[in-house]
Every structure is written in C-alpha cells, then in structure tokens.
C-alpha cells in the first residue's frame, strides 16, 4: 500500500531549489523525522463579506482563508536527540521568507501537491523510550497548487528554426496562434510570473478576455539589451533585472506605475501578448509561468 511522503523544500525567490529535507516514511530506517500524524492538509475556510438583504443577501468579498497544517513528528534511531536539533538548525537556515520560499510537498500514488508554507512554530519534546517527538505547525501563504505548472514562450517563428523534441511549453510567432492562451479554472485570479528576454524596446505585455485589455505591465524608455532579462514575478512580489552574467538587481521601481505592477490572469481563458519586434534578429521572447492552484 502506497503512503503518503512529505518533504520540505527551500527555494530562492527565483524559484531555484537550494535544500530539500524528505521526511522519513513510518516504518523506514534512517535519522530523518518520520511524520506520525498530519493534520489540516488540504484543508480551507472562506472568509465572507456579506449584505443582508430582505430577500436576498449578496456576498460583497469573498476570501479563501488558509487553514494551519499541523505535522507530529518522531526522531529515532541512531542519536534522536541530534536529529530534532539538526531538523532545527535547517529550519533556522531557510526561514527568512525574504530571503527564501519554503514549500510542503506531498507525494501520493505518483502525484505531487505543493503549498508554500511559513514555519510557525517547531517544539521537540524530552526523549522518551529512544524517541524525541515534535510537533510542527506550517502556516501556508498559497493555496495547494499541481506540479504540472504551465510554461508558455512566446518568440518570433522563423521558417528555419525546428525543435526536434516534444517540449512541454507552448511556442509562438506573429500572432500566436493558440500558444498565448491562459486558461485559469479556479474562482480567483492567479498571479503570473512574466521574463522579458532582450532584446526588447520598451517591454510590455498585456492580458485579453473577449478581446479586451484588462491588465498590462509596460517598462516606458527602457531599452532591454541582447542578454539580459527583466522577471515581474506575481507570486513572490517582486521585479527583477538580470543581466548577461546572472547578477540579479532590484527594477520594482522601473515598472511604469501608471499601469500595473504586475499580472494575474481572470479565471476563465485569457490571451497574453507582448510588444516582440517581428525583424528583431536577436530572437528576443517572452515566457509566462502559471501555476495551477486549487482547494
């Protein structure tokens, strides 16, 4: 019978893994924490606002609420009391939600969930009987969301260029095609992460519903060189510049204000479209990262 397996993984607010902890499965050999009971994964609670009415009431706002995820942990074999406080010590290292982003993954019957988490309190307990037991409670800052998130690259096609393997992105040239299509299935709007690719004139880019404009992100007089790369990153709040050699800078105050800071796509299909140069021949592009959230 397959169970469940969790892991914890740190990641750079570019996305990159820097340390992954796997918890142990019940039963199995190893230093690892093994998770006795988890408690409130997948579990959620709307918040409404609501206008009473004498017939009717109307809901005015609407708000997923997170529920806390509480796991009890276990730590045996070999020197329990070292493995609690090493667990610890990987805790402090990556808790700095500024710094980091520290993810819950559950894998189940070959499937993974993701939930983006804060670690709120950690508490071993005395060893009793060769086992130091914990409790570990996670406060999630995202809904669970699939690992099969969507990356579209938007770029111009030319009649000479082939990709010989099934790439899991969407490619695009000219009008796009179908390639720009984001389709969002959940009841709220899901934050986008967006890369300008150089070279790129004034980078701009804009999302469609019924052929409407309803939210777009525009760097006015900025000139994006061969090279170099511009991330508007919805989910981690952040725009950043990256130049030919990986150095990362702060742009969030290079964004034109008097559009958007950044995009979220409306649930239903939108369509995303750039500002590319069709005889730029530089091959600059543009992708989009979706994550697919849920409850």
Request: aromatic letters at 10%.
């Amino acid at each position: 019978m397959e169970t469940r397996t969790f892991s914890l993984i740190a990641k750079t607010s570019s996305w990159e893994t820097v340390s992954t902890y796997a918890f142990a499965s019940i039963g199995s050999r190893g230093s690892n924490a093994k998770i006795c009971t988890p408690n409130g994964l997948g579990g959620f609670e709307q918040t409404l606002t609501v206008q009473e009415g004498d017939v009717i009431d109307y809901i005015v706002r609407q708000t997923v609420k997170k529920a806390e995820i509480s796991l009890s942990l276990g730590f045996s074999g070999g020197d329990p009391i070292a493995a609690a406080e090493q667990f610890r010590e990987w805790c402090a290292q990556y808790v700095d939600s500024g710094s980091f982003r520290t993810t819950l993954r559950i894998s189940y019957m070959k499937s993974d969930r993701y939930v983006d988490v804060v670690v709120k309190k950690y508490s071993p307990q005395q060893m009793k009987n060769g086992v130091v037991t914990a409790t570990l409670t996670l406060q999630p800052i995202t809904l669970f969301y699939s690992s099969d998130d969507t990356q579209i690259i938007l770029s111009i096609t030319t009649a000479d260029r082939a990709y010989p393997y099934g790439y899991p992105r969407a490619y695009g040239g000219g009008d796009y095609g179908t390639s720009n299509v984001i389709v969002n299935t959940f009841m709220k709007k899901i934050p986008l992460i967006v890369t300008f690719h150089g070279h790129i004139t004034n980078p701009e880019a804009s999302l469609f519903q019924n052929g409407s404009a309803y939210s777009t992100i525009r760097f006015q007089g900025l000139d994006l060189v061969s090279g170099c790369s511009i991330r508007v990153d919805a989910v981690n709040g952040t725009v950043t510049f990256i130049d030919a050699s990986g150095n990362e800078t702060d742009y969030y105050n290079e964004i034109d204000k008097t559009n958007d800071t950044f995009l979220s796509a409306r649930p239903g299909t939108s369509t995303i479209t750039p500002n590319l140069d069709q005889s730029d021949t530089t091959k600059p592009s543009v992708d989009v990262r979706i994550v697919k959230y849920g409850i």
